[in-house]
Nanobody, 126 residues
Framework: QVQLVESGGGLVQAGGSLRLSCAAS????????MGWSRQAPGKEREFVAG????????YYGDSVKGRFTISRDNAKNTVVLQMNSLKPEDTAVYYC???????????????????WGQGTQVTVSS
């Protein structure tokens, strides 16, 4: 099964930007949709973004549309979440995710994923 390691979290002021990276190893990366989710204290895990195995299609949660961008590099087995115009309500632990199976799952919702990283904390101060 693929192992996922996130990096790039931290503390940023509202309106700022952060770039999260996820490195995948131990499995076949290029055939799988990838994504990001987040979970704030006391709240359910929320879908943030997903990208198909080819990178041709991307999906975003309503709360981040127009501010976040997901991308992937299949040659480097990495997926990146660029976060701009950050808000205090974006504060959460962010998790990288890999799809349940190759090709079939597009990465458009949380249900498409079954492998998760350990998470990286993002804190946005007001």
């Amino acid at each position: 099964q693929v192992q996922l390691v996130e990096s790039g979290g931290g503390l940023v002021q509202a309106g700022g930007s952060l770039r999260l990276s996820c490195a995948a190893s131990g499995g076949t990366f290029s055939g799988y949709a990838m994504g990001w989710s987040r979970q704030a204290p006391g709240k359910e895990r929320e879908f943030v973004a997903g990208i198909t195995w080819s990178g041709s299609s991307t999906y975003y949660g309503d709360s981040v549309k127009g501010r976040f961008t997901i991308s992937r590099d299949n040659a480097k087995n990495t997926v990146v979440l660029q976060m701009n115009s950050l808000k205090p309500e974006d504060t959460a632990v962010y998790y990288c995710a890999a799809a349940r199976a190759p090709i079939y799952y597009s990465g458009r919702s949380l249900g498409d994923f079954d492998s998760w990283g350990q998470g990286t904390q993002v804190t946005v101060s007001s």
